[in-house]
Structures are given as structure tokens and as C-alpha cells.
């Protein structure tokens, strides 16, 4: 390899592990309480949330404060409103709630759009794009559309949520690389039997043998985060088709996806409704006094 190649390749990993370094060191602690706001966001938009038991949620809560505090929410062409942060952050907390010392550190800002954009990050008629991790001199960078991301959590069976493929996608990269195999989960036991089975489904797919999205045979990173958003939309749907498949991925986001969606429906926060804090009291007399 040429040396001013291998040079500038060495100067490149310097700058990313500096980078790093600093990320780390600067990371942002909540100290102020959840806002009620957010609290009922998550309780009307977030089914994940509700499955969650007293601790959990404030465990949730903390982690969906701690993301926003060390992630900026810009928006493109478009206001950005608590709902939509509240659904970026939770896209984000809902991959690695098991893991509670996971702290995104190759992420500082989510761009939003207000709908689809193209690869050079404009907006046409010919726009396709959802979701995508930057690189490059995007590097640190998400960028989500906002009607993907509003879509991601209204509609839990189509096993598709924008959002989380994309913060799949970072978790995978936490390791270096987007390649479909999560290092920093994955125990070392299962990665040969995940690459195995990563390669056998993606066969069926081409086969038109999968009820599996397409959009996973296109390589081994994108199955990984199809195939998670399957796994956190319809975990019944996906243990039935795909048992071997659920079996690994509840290893390597090491929770029970169907304990965590046994409750399907949404919550609607009334003024005379139970206060989604749980106090026990009429939302109207605790979260939403002020609201």
C-alpha cells in the first residue's frame, strides 16, 4: 500500500479515536426530573414503555433524557416538535434498554426531514430515502425522515420502524463496522450460528420463500437491523415463522420481545384518565395540572 495512503488512513483513526475520547468525556448526565409531557408522549405513542413495569419506565425515562441531553435534533425544512424527539430517542433506547451502561457515542446530531431524501441529501420528486447513518463528513450524523419516523410507531405490524433500523445500524457500527455482526453484543458462542442463519434466510428470501422485508437480502447489515425491526414490531408473529431466528436475536438484545408487546394497544390520556406516572391519581390532579 502506497505509504501516504497508509499515512493518511493512520491520521484518520487517530482523529476518530480522539473524537471519541472527547465524546466520552463530555457526556451529559440528567439531573432535572421527566417532564410530564414527555411522560404521556411515551405512554400514548410507545408500547414498549407500557409493558414496562414501575422501575423500568423510570429507568426508560432516564434513558430517553440522557440521549437528548448528548444528541442534537435538528430539523430540515421542518419544525421539530417533543412528540418527534420523544420517538427518535425512544427508537434509540428501545435496541439496548438491557443494556443500561450503552451510551451512543458515534452520534451527536439526528437531522429530520420532513419526508423522504436522496442520497445527496436534497428533496425531490425522485427522493426514496427514510433513514440513513452518516459517514464521512456526515460522520456522527443520523438522518430520519419525520413521516417515517410518525409512521414507525403508528402502524406495530407492518415490521417496519425507520427509526430503529437506523439506530440498529449504529449499534452495529459501535464496533467499527456496519456489517451485521453487533461485536459489543453478540457473545462469541453465537456468532458463527448467526452468520449461518443470516445467510440461510436471506437464500429463502431470494427465494420468494420469507415473509421477511426484501430490503434484508441485500446484505448482511441490513438483515440485522431488518430483522430487528420484525423483532421489536411482531415478536409473536416473528417466534412462530422464525424460531430459531427469535431465539438468537433475544440473545443478542438479551429480553423476551413478546413480554415487552403483550400489551398492543396504545393509552389515551384523558383529563379524568389514571395519571400515566401511576400515582394513582386523575391526570387532570398530577402530570397534566400544568400541562
Known amino acids: 500500500m502506497n505509504e501516504k495512503i497508509m499515512l493518511a488512513i493512520i491520521l484518520l483513526f487517530i482523529v476518530i479515536i480522539i473524537i471519541y475520547i472527547k465524546k466520552k468525556n463530555a457526556w451529559k448526565i440528567p439531573k432535572g426530573e421527566f417532564s410530564k409531557k414527555w411522560r404521556v408522549i411515551l405512554s400514548e405513542k410507545i408500547i414498549f414503555y407500557n409493558n414496562l413495569n414501575d422501575e423500568e419506565k423510570k429507568q426508560f425515562e432516564f434513558k430517553v433524557q440522557e440521549f437528548l441531553l448528548n444528541c442534537k435534533i435538528t430539523g430540515i425544512k421542518t419544525k421539530v416538535e417533543d412528540v418527534d424527539r420523544i420517538l427518535i430517542a425512544a427508537s434509540a433506547i428501545i435496541p439496548i434498554f438491557e443494556f443500561p451502561e450503552w451510551r451512543y457515542l458515534n452520534i451527536d446530531e439526528?437531522?429530520?426531514?420532513?419526508?423522504?431524501?436522496?442520497?445527496?441529501?436534497?428533496?425531490?420528486?425522485?427522493?426514496?430515502?427514510?433513514?440513513?447513518?452518516?459517514?464521512?463528513?456526515?460522520?456522527?450524523?443520523?438522518?430520519?425522515?419525520?413521516?417515517?419516523?410518525?409512521?414507525?410507531?403508528?402502524?406495530?405490524?407492518?415490521?417496519?420502524?425507520?427509526?430503529?433500523?437506523?439506530?440498529?445500524?449504529?449499534?452495529?457500527?459501535?464496533?467499527?463496522?456496519?456489517?451485521?455482526?453487533?461485536?459489543?453484543?453478540?457473545?462469541?458462542?453465537?456468532?458463527?450460528?448467526?452468520?449461518?442463519?443470516?445467510?440461510?434466510?436471506?437464500?429463502?428470501?431470494?427465494?420468494?420463500?420469507?415473509?421477511?422485508n426484501p430490503y434484508g437480502a441485500t446484505s448482511k447489515a441490513e438483515f440485522f437491523s431488518v430483522i430487528s425491526e420484525y423483532f421489536f414490531e411482531r415478536p409473536e408473529l416473528l417466534k412462530k415463522k422464525h424460531p430459531k431466528l427469535y431465539k438468537l436475536l433475544e440473545q443478542i438484545f438479551k429480553t423476551d420481545g413478546i413480554s415487552r408487546f403483550k400489551i398492543k394497544k396504545r393509552k389515551i390520556t384523558g383529563r379524568n384518565s389514571p395519571c400515566p406516572c401511576g400515582s394513582g391519581k386523575k391526570y387532570k390532579h398530577c402530570c397534566g395540572e400544568n400541562i
Open 110 to 212: 439526528v437531522l429530520l426531514y420532513p419526508k423522504s431524501f436522496n442520497m445527496d441529501f436534497g428533496v425531490n420528486n425522485e427522493s426514496t430515502v427514510l433513514g440513513m447513518v452518516g459517514s464521512g463528513v456526515m460522520e456522527g450524523k443520523m438522518i430520519l425522515s419525520k413521516q417515517s419516523l410518525i409512521n414507525g410507531f403508528q402502524n406495530e405490524t407492518d415490521k417496519k420502524n425507520t427509526a430503529i433500523h437506523e439506530f440498529v445500524h449504529l449499534i452495529d457500527k459501535s464496533d467499527g463496522a456496519i456489517d451485521g455482526l453487533p461485536k459489543l453484543l453478540l457473545e462469541k458462542q453465537y456468532t458463527i450460528p448467526w452468520i449461518d442463519l443470516i445467510k440461510q434466510k436471506i437464500d429463502e428470501i431470494y427465494k420468494g420463500k420469507s415473509d421477511i
